[in-house]
């Protein structure tokens, strides 16, 4: 590549020669049409004379413009890469504050939901405890013991009373949802690194309308059973190999009954605040670019 730079600058150089050649071979020409002119041409025409450049110096001075457009090119070369060093941090950079925001979203999510499950226990607590005052107002006027009994013994009796019925509250308004959401993150988070990305979001989008569906209309019985055998279901959630997402209805409250082939939801297996988890985490699952591996 550079012999034939170097050989279109000789003969760049040799046609910029080979003019002057010809205006001083013409010179004889016209001196020989007329006796003791030639001189007075060169001086009449105001130009100087012009030296001849020998092949050497011809070839020196190709090598010197070949050297200068390699060096132009690698100055254009260096400038390319520093933008586009520039380029890739200022990539970087954005990438970053992008994941920072996912992170602080994906935190206050967490704090919303825990706050929202702190409110429902504490109502429910409040539930139980005047249940359990009602009830010992009825007893207590059934056996015809008088209202003015010890405030302290009733105080006593309502918080053991209390205390019980919060134990199994707990099993659905305490510790059960944030244990449940955990679980249920680590399955998606298996399902989004072991399969296809389109098959895992259609995989997300499927069981998210199942939760949304829950959560809309609870009482509806045909959302509160998935046939197994429905090619829909089957193609989009039952065909994962390692049966994740039939794990993360199972996570949310159905059950699989072998005989019918069906997921079924009971009354007593439903919760809100379980849903609610599953359907914070299968929206971080589709939206955040980061999920699975922060």
Same mark, same amino acid.
């Given at each position: ?10 003969? !760049? ?15 004889? !020409? ?12 060169? /001086? ?16 020196? $001075? $190709? ?55 702190? +409110? ?22 059934? @056996? ?16 053991? +009373? ?24 680590? /399955? ?9 990305? +389109? ?15 829950? @959560? ?20 989009? /959630? ?13 996570? /949310? ?14 009354? +007593? ?26």
């Amino acid at each position: 590549m550079e012999d034939e730079e170097l050989q279109r600058a000789i003969a !760049a150089s040799l046609e910029g020669s080979g003019g002057h050649g010809g205006g001083a071979s013409a010179s004889p !020409a016209g001196s020989a049409g007329g006796e003791g002119k030639g001189n007075d041409v060169d /001086v009449d025409a105001g130009g100087e004379p012009t030296e001849k450049l020998s092949l050497e110096e011809k070839e020196a $001075a $190709a090598k010197a413009k070949l050297e200068e457009i390699k060096q132009k090119k690698v100055e254009e070369e260096r400038k390319l890469d520093r933008e586009r060093e520039k380029e890739r941090i200022r990539f970087g950079k954005e990438m970053l504050a992008q994941k920072k925001v996912l992170e602080d979203q994906e935190r206050q999510r967490v704090m919303d939901f825990r706050k929202r499950e702190k +409110d429902e226990a504490k109502r429910a607590k409040q539930k139980v405890m005047e249940q359990i005052a009602r009830d010992k107002a009825e007893r207590r006027s059934r @056996l015809g013991i008088k209202a003015e009994a010890s405030a302290g013994e009733d105080s006593s009796d309502a918080e053991q +009373d209390g205390k019980r019925k919060q134990r199994e509250e707990d099993s659905v308004f305490g510790v059960k949802p944030v244990q449940t959401q955990t679980k249920i993150r680590d /399955v998606l988070v298996q399902i989004k690194k072991s399969y296809p990305s +389109d098959r895992a979001q259609t995989c997300f989008k499927t069981l998210s309308a199942y939760c949304k569906n829950l @959560l809309r209309v609870p009482a509806e019985q045909k959302f509160r059973t998935i046939n197994a055998e429905n090619n829909a279901f089957r193609q989009r /959630v039952g065909s994962l190999e390692g049966g994740e997402g039939t794990k993360v209805l199972e996570l /949310v409250g159905f059950a699989a009954n072998e005989e019918a082939k069906t997921l079924a939801m009971a009354d +007593d297996r439903f919760s809100k605040l379980v849903v609610e988890a599953a359907l914070t985490e299968l929206n971080n699952a589709l939206t955040n670019p980061f999920f699975g591996s922060l």
